[in-house]
């Protein structure tokens, strides 16, 4: 299923980590990690992860505001104090 998503997606690598009950059950890597030095693709090998990790971290919020151990209503600084939201101009962009 991996190699068909390549072919059909083309990219020169990917690593799939399957995790179950805290345990890592699956590690494999396909294709290649770096194509110039056909350097392939391991369970090791660094990646970028690009915008997904925003869906991600999307997903685990929601997964925390279901059973109300967050609450979408509050600042982000509720939770993580030290975080420091960093204004581009001198208005929110969501404010009128």
Known sequence: MVKTAMTDYPVPGFELCI???GQVVY???FGLANV????????QSV????????SLTAMAVMQLVEPHKIDLDKPVTAYL???R???CSGRRPWSS
């Not at 990646?47 to 925003?54: F, L, R, V």
């Open 19 to 21: 995790v179950k009950d």
């Open 27 to 29: 590690n494999k890597g």
């Open 47 to 54: 990646s970028t992860q690009a915008s997904i990790s925003k």
């Open 85 to 87: 939201p960093q204004r």
């Open 36 to 43: 110039a030095s056909n350097r392939p693709m391991t369970p």
């Open 81 to 83: 104090p030290y975080f």
